[in-house]
């Protein structure tokens, strides 16, 4: 056997010993969402996300606008596209799972266990959509220690309801998610308005 043929066959053996690795771990991670939530906790939590309110439609729009196929897409789907890109964009499970109070390191409200975001948004995803996802997300997103969910911050920024916003504002609120600010909405004088 030539030095080549070795090294070729040397190195899909490690392509599948990696694969079969990888592909293990994430279904043993699957499997170990009851470990730090119980069944109860997580029916009321998917309780929680299917009964928020929704956003008015234009709202959707502009978010898949913001991030494509963002409410289409699984969280696999997403770490999949990340992979091939520079960009991992959190899909509206994984940022509820996040916010929520079970994927806290050892009961610190102020320390994320990824490893629980991500399992807790695996089992979100069994039960509810990304829009659904996204709904409970604004709703209790904390844009800064005084203002919580998107009615609160439509108010104080807008002096508006939710649903009186123009697209401009509904986009403000977008460019807050990623950057939130008490004293004013991110600059976006840059960008070309339609």
């Given at each position: 056997?030539?030095?080549?043929?070795?090294?070729?066959?040397?190195?899909?053996?490690?392509?599948?010993?990696?694969?079969?690795?990888?592909?293990?771990?994430?279904?043993?991670?699957?499997?170990?969402?009851?470990?730090?939530?119980?069944?109860?906790?997580?029916?009321?939590?998917?309780?929680?996300?299917?009964?928020?309110?929704?956003?008015?439609?234009?709202?959707?729009?502009?978010?898949?606008?913001?991030?494509?196929?963002?409410?289409?897409?699984?969280?696999?789907?997403?770490?999949?596209?990340?992979?091939?890109?520079?960009?991992?964009?959190?899909?509206?499970?994984?940022?509820?799972?996040?916010?929520?109070?079970?994927?806290?390191?050892?009961?610190?409200?102020?320390?994320?266990?990824?490893?629980?975001?991500?399992?807790?948004?695996?089992?979100?995803?069994?039960?509810?959509?990304?829009?659904?996802?996204?709904?409970?997300?604004?709703?209790?997103?904390?844009?800064?220690?005084?203002?919580?969910?998107?009615?609160?911050?439509?108010?104080?920024?807008?002096?508006?309801?939710?649903?009186?916003?123009?697209?401009?504002?509904?986009?403000?609120?977008?460019?807050?998610?990623?950057?939130?600010?008490?004293?004013?909405?991110p600059d976006r004088s840059n960008e070309d308005l339609h």
């Open positions: 056997m030539t030095i080549k043929k070795k090294i070729l066959k040397f190195t899909f053996l490690i392509v599948a010993v990696g694969l079969i690795f990888s592909l293990g771990y994430y279904y043993y991670l699957r499997s170990t969402w009851n470990s730090f939530v119980t069944e109860k906790e997580l029916t009321e939590f998917v309780t929680k996300v299917k009964f928020a309110k929704e956003l008015p439609e234009r709202f959707y729009e502009l978010y898949e606008q913001e991030y494509p196929n963002i409410l289409t897409s699984s969280l696999n789907q997403q770490i999949g596209s990340g992979l091939f890109s520079k960009d991992f964009i959190k899909s509206p499970s994984l940022l509820a799972a996040m916010i929520s109070e079970y994927s806290r390191q050892d009961k610190d409200s102020t320390r994320l266990s990824n490893k629980k975001a991500y399992v807790l948004a695996w089992k979100l995803e069994e039960q509810t959509t990304q829009k659904e996802c996204l709904n409970w997300v604004l709703e209790n997103y904390k844009f800064d220690l005084y203002i919580h969910g998107i009615n609160e911050v439509s108010n104080f920024y807008f002096k508006k309801a939710i649903f009186d916003l123009s697209d401009r504002e509904l986009q403000d609120i977008i460019a807050l998610m990623q950057k939130p600010s008490i004293v004013n909405v």
